[in-house]
């Protein structure tokens, strides 16, 4: 299958190891990558602060990156963006007036998926330690980010993923359906808010004991660990793409400064 | 299309009285974040709630389809208002009750001391009611000389407390009982001085300092959960059984209620009757539900009034995309379940109607124009959980970015200097609508390291993104974008060997 990567700005600018994990687990599955270089960003900021007008460049530019027939499937390693594109471009389109975008924008948005759903739902992938020899020997709790949850309804997808990883251990996250409170700009506009949300987080997660939190969303984990950091909590935050690309043989870096029995770094 | 003037309105017309926040939501949450109380109480109670909820809405197989249908109802209401509120008149009307129509606030409030002056009476008994909190009636009353006594006891509690209601269901849901023990050993002249706090103790006083009022009031006042325009009934659905009596032992009774909450026939009310209380309360069925269809002679109160209210419903209904938030029937489960009302309280939201519904329901009833409630859409983080919870299925996250647009396009139109938002998000529209941009400024990255402390962590960034870093760090940002290592150093698998793939996978952005 030809697959087109939808980096997302934030992984691709703050996060690339996310999105080359990405990469190294669909071509591990005999899948051929292909990254349209016209990609940037899928507008979700603009649209959720209200800035339409701002908005529709940004979704113009996507769906002309990906309004080709040169792939099967496009992914993204990111709840929230592929919501954007499969919920908010049509509308910003039709707000904007443009009849013809909407319509591209309907066609990429259903070839568009998240990457657990990618996985499992069309590649067939049940057990990441089998069919793509993943392997992370630590203590690991898993936050699910709400737009994946709620917009995508990707369930357990992610979790279930996470849970056949060779030499893992997963210990279950209290409240974990409870947002985090990045939610773009709020976390400036209603700082206060959103830090409280965020401390909560913070504390279910050290409760755990885990060394680390996994997630879907490089924002989502960006705002969680910018939080554990602060506290210097040593716990840090991890994209579930980077846990199914380690290997026995090339292990993924732990980020967070915890010393850790067993691991092969 | 004729050009002659009807004298039907042009603008719409936007609601007044409690709906208008003093304040923006972010400073007023910063307030209410730091009472360590409200929190403690807050979170306990909206936890136990939905916990309720979810456990009577999971015994339900059909759930979803309920939500479906109550939605389509309500959709369908919506679609004929007019027509519907001029059956429910005509029915209404035919039994013996006097409807009376309020275009906002002030109106409502003018009719309703009209019609108590009448019978001479300066004190009234009320029924929980949203519709007249939303127009500040008690206020009003009380300006007037004449006493309104809540009858509900969380009502009760906050009235007494001089103090404002936090939860559309559970006003006094940021008070505990230690609390309320002490605001009745203040407040309540009748007593028993050896009160303690336990709850059963409490609504003991409460009843007894209730009765005296029910026996004697020859006035009611009441909301209404439900209008049923075939048969012109109103419905009143409550626990604890003092809408029954003010619903029943008074002479006059008079409904103040929102022109939105009609449904078009009595059968429609089985759907609602199964919904409201799994949402609200997580009882499968509400204690009491009564129901009147205008006056039985002999029986009940002889003088039965109705005030329809507007107060920005026609303006709200006119909004294409923000209309459902008029479907609402104010369960609350979207409050109980948003992070951000558990934190904050009811207060910090300023309007009759807080949390997530209120977000929504405010600004689309006041206008966006209003100042202080322009700032409402903005108090969620979207996490779509109320949208979830909703059991008509209102899209609270989509209205609250419809109504963050018509924010920004007025402001737009009425400020000339960009604001630091407006200069980030066009800056951010360079970047972002073309990946050459993009990639361009990725060339920067490296710099972002400058910021970083020794730790590799930015701390401190200034203008509005100094709310981030208030208690957040952000990550230095990796010295190659994944765009750059792409045109670098991708190739395609077909020409390298599958056992190279991890060895592309953790190296050199960390560092």
């Not at chain 2, 952000?474 to 190659?480: D, H, M």
Request: aromatic content about 6%; hydrophobic content about 40%.
């Amino acid at each position: 299958m030809k697959i087109a990567l939808f980096a997302t700005c934030i992984v691709d600018a703050m996060y690339p190891r996310t999105a080359r994990a990405t990469v190294a687990i669909l071509e591990r599955l005999g899948h051929e990558v292909v990254f349209p270089s016209g990609q940037a960003c899928c507008g979700q900021m603009h649209v959720n602060s209200g800035y339409f007008k701002e908005a529709l460049p940004v979704v113009a530019n996507h769906v002309k990156a990906f309004d080709t027939e040169d792939y099967d499937v496009a992914v993204a390693p990111s709840g929230s963006c592929v919501a954007s594109v499969k919920h908010q471009h049509e509308m910003v389109a039709r707000r904007c007036g443009d009849a013809a975008l909407e319509a591209r924008a309907a066609v990429v948005g259903a070839k568009t998926y998240e990457l657990s759903q990618l996985l499992t739902d069309v590649l067939g992938v049940t057990d990441a330690a089998e069919q793509l020899g993943s392997h992370f020997p630590h203590k690991v709790t898993y936050h699910p980010s709400c737009h994946g949850m709620r917009l995508l309804k990707l369930g357990d997808r992610q979790l279930d993923l996470l849970k056949s990883v060779g030499g893992i251990e997963m210990v279950e996250l209290p409240e974990a359906e409870q947002c985090c409170g990045f939610g773009g700009t709020f976390s400036m506009k209603n700082a206060d808010v959103s830090s409280a949300m965020m401390a909560d987080k913070a504390a279910n997660i050290c409760g755990t004991g885990a060394e680390l939190c996994a997630g879907g969303d490089a924002s989502c984990l960006m705002h969680i660990g910018g939080g554990l950091s602060r506290q210097g909590s040593g716990v840090g935050t991890m994209h579930f793409a980077e846990i199914l690309a380690s290997t026995l043989e090339n292990p993924a870096t732990v980020p967070g400064n915890v010393q850790l029995a067993g691991s092969k770094r | 299309m004729s050009n002659t003037f009807l004298g039907m309105p042009t603008l719409p017309v936007f609601g007044h009285g409690n709906l208008n926040a003093t304040e923006k939501f972010p400073k007023a949450a910063h307030r209410e974040l730091g009472d360590a109380q409200l929190r403690a109480n807050l979170g306990h109670a909206t936890h136990t709630i939905r916990d309720k909820r979810l456990k009577v809405v999971a015994e339900l197989p059909d759930w979803e389809d309920m939500r479906d249908a109550g939605s389509a109802i309500k959709n369908a209401t919506m679609a004929r208002l007019p027509a519907l509120l001029e059956q429910f008149e005509a029915n209404f009307t035919a039994r013996g009750g006097i409807i009376h129509w309020a275009r906002d606030a002030q109106e409502a409030n003018e009719i309703v001391t009209g019609l108590i002056r009448a019978t001479g009476e300066t004190e009234v008994v009320k029924v929980k009611s949203m519709a007249t909190q939303e127009i500040g009636l008690n206020e009003y009353l009380e300006e007037q000389g004449i006493a309104a006594f809540e009858t509900d006891l969380a009502e009760l509690i906050v009235q007494l407390d001089h103090d404002k209601p936090s939860h559309i269901l559970v006003p006094a849901i940021h008070k505990n009982r230690r609390q309320i023990r002490e605001i009745f050993l203040r407040e309540m002249a009748d007593v028993d001085p050896a009160l303690t706090d336990e709850p059963a103790r409490l609504a003991e006083a409460a009843r007894k300092h209730l009765r005296k009022k029910f026996l004697t009031a020859k006035v009611a006042v009441s909301g209404a959960n439900f209008g049923l325009a075939d048969t012109g009934t109103l419905t009143v659905v409550e626990s604890e059984g003092n809408g029954r009596m003010c619903l029943t032992l008074p002479e006059t009774l008079i409904t103040v209620m929102g022109i939105e909450k009609l449904l078009p026939s009595f059968a429609d009310l089985e759907v609602f009757m199964q919904l409201l209380p799994r949402s609200s309360t997580g009882e499968r069925m509400n204690p009491y539900t009564s129901l009147w269809t205008g006056v039985t002679p002999g029986d009940g109160p002889q003088n039965v009034h109705l005030v329809l209210l507007d107060n920005g419903r026609s303006a709200a209904l006119a909004d294409e995309m923000g209309r459902t938030a008029l479907n609402c029937i104010r369960c609350s489960a979207c409050m109980n379940v948003c992070p951000v009302y558990e934190r904050t309280g009811g207060h910090a939201y300023g309007s009759t109607y807080p949390g997530p519904i209120g977000a929504i329901l405010s600004p689309l009833l006041t206008g966006i124009k209003s100042e202080e409630n322009s700032s409402l859409p903005y108090a969620s983080s979207l996490c779509g959980a109320c949208y979830d919870a909703c059991p008509v299925k209102i899209n609270i996250p989509e209205i609250l970015v419809h109504l963050r647009g018509e924010d920004v396009d007025s402001k737009r139109a009425k400020i000339k200097v960009p604001s630091q938002m407006d200069l980030m998000m066009k800056g951010a529209q360079w970047a972002f609508s073309d990946g050459a941009h993009l990639n361009l400024l990725e060339k920067g990255l490296p710099l972002g390291k400058l910021a970083a402390g020794r730790d590799k962590v930015i701390k401190k960034l200034p203008g509005i993104a100094a709310g981030w870093t208030q208690s957040r760090d952000i990550p230095a940002p990796p010295t190659q974008s994944f765009r750059q290592w792409w045109d670098k150093e991708h190739v395609a698998p077909a020409a390298v060997e599958r056992s190279q793939d991890g060895s592309r996978n953790t190296e050199g952005e960390q560092a």
